[in-house]
């Protein structure tokens, strides 16, 4: 089968046309995808170069060649030197140097970004280094390749499967490139979802799913953990005294505390307005204490000042350690919420640690409660 190059030069501009055309569609949908655009208009730019370079032999060099090759300024200034002027293939192989270099960067840039979780970025990686591979070693295989000549720019064998290569790279990066975005916004979606966007930790929900997962593990590798529940102490003072700006500075604050405090395996999350609850795995009692304890100190130490206020905000953190098999987050989320409910009746900030003890005083004090409250009310119904 023989393909012809000028059919294939003709397919690939339809193509760059329709994948240009198209991503700037995606982009006018939705604004926030950014690269989607500069990648639409990259595609249109590409297009005008191929167009340009397929017009080699017909106009002169420096439109057809020379402003084909959009890498541009450095470009346009090597091919003036007159040991380059009348050399074609120095002046290939440096283009493909040029054009191998930018490929590659973009193929670093994607790599770089590696820290944001999305599948489609290898496969576009990969594209992108075989791409510029391929480019660099466009003089050899000039070289080696049968009927491929020097002179012969557009005839030769290697141009040939060079156009079919960039063609159909060009449409799978595109569809990649869409894949990449789409996955990117379900990210985002599911980030914020998950995530609290004031202090960057966790959210309830996302607590209670990670902390359940934990506790899964446990059963098969079972380890002494941790359930601390902890309050801003007087949190409603401090924003009626300082304004609700710095009521949530304190909040961010102490989501830096806690994150510095803890290690990474360790879960931290915010429960809702100014209370937090953590998860400490594989760690026993006194050095669940010691953590809970550093948390605290270094909380009340980094509100001292706090955009200017001297805040001194403090926390009073409830603790229940556990060395049984099976981890209940529920139950053990009850217990550290009945040993911070100790630490704020014995003055705040301080850390309490639930004990069957401290328990049973809760649920005489509750039951008292009742009965208190069911005398009175069959005295005011008398």
């Known amino acids: 089968m023989t393909l012809d190059l000028h059919t294939l030069f003709l397919v690939t501009i339809y193509v760059e046309a329709i994948l240009g055309l198209l991503l700037l569609f995606v982009w006018a949908q939705n604004l926030a995808l950014r690269a989607v655009c500069w990648w639409g208009f990259a595609h249109l730019l590409r297009l005008a ?25 450095l470009w346009l200034l090597i091919c003036r030197l007159p040991v380059l ?18 490929t590659w960067l973009t193929a670093y840039e994607f790599w770089r970004g590696r820290d944001e979780p999305l599948v489609s970025r290898w496969p576009a990686i990969l594209m992108l280094f075989a791409q510029g591979a391929l480019f660099l070693l466009r003089t050899p295989m ?30 799978s990066e595109a569809f990649i ?17 998950m995530v609290d966007p004031l202090t960057g930790i966790a959210n309830r929900r996302s607590f209670l799913q990670d902390a359940g997962v934990a506790a899964k593990r446990h059963i098969g590798n079972p380890r002494p953990a941790a ?50 609850a953590a998860m400490l795995l594989e760690t026993n009692r006194e050095k669940a204490i010691e953590v809970a304890e550093r948390i605290r100190a270094s909380f009340a130490q980094m509100t001292q000042d706090v955009d200017g206020h001297q805040v001194g905000a403090t926390v009073s953190i409830g603790l229940v350690h556990s060395l049984e098999r099976t981890l209940d987050i529920p139950e ?36 008292s409660g009742g009965l208190g409250a069911a005398a009175i009310g069959a005295k005011s119904a008398a």
Not at 87 to 101: E, K, P, V, W
Not at 150 to 160: E, I, K, P
Not at 232 to 240: Q, W
């Open 332 to 367: 053990l989320l009850a217990q550290a919420d009945h040993a911070l409910y100790c630490a704020k009746e014995r003055g705040r900030n301080r850390v309490e640690v639930a004990s069957l003890d401290m328990l049973l005083e809760r649920r005489e004090q509750g039951a």
């Open 142 to 171: 000039l070289a080696l390749l049968p009927g491929s000549t020097g002179d012969t720019l557009l005839g030769s064998v290697w141009m040939t499967v060079l156009s079919s290569e960039s063609l159909l790279l060009t449409i």
């Open 49 to 73: 170069s191929i167009a340009l370079f397929g017009m080699y032999g017909q106009v002169p060099d420096l439109i057809s060649v020379d402003l084909a090759m959009t890498g541009a300024v």
């Open 85 to 102: 002027a009348d050399d074609n293939n120095l002046r290939s192989l440096i283009a493909s140097g040029i054009i191998t270099a930018y």
């Open 227 to 276: 359930v601390l529940l902890i309050n801003v102490d007087r949190f409603k003072s401090i924003n009626d005294n300082f304004g609700h700006a710095v009521g949530d500075r304190v909040l961010a604050i102490f989501a830096e505390a806690a994150r510095k405090s803890m290690r990474g395996s360790d879960l931290i999350g915010r429960f809702g307005g100014d209370e937090f």
């Open 177 to 193: 490139l869409l894949a990449m975005a789409k996955e990117r916004t379900e990210l985002r979606h599911r980030t914020a979802a």
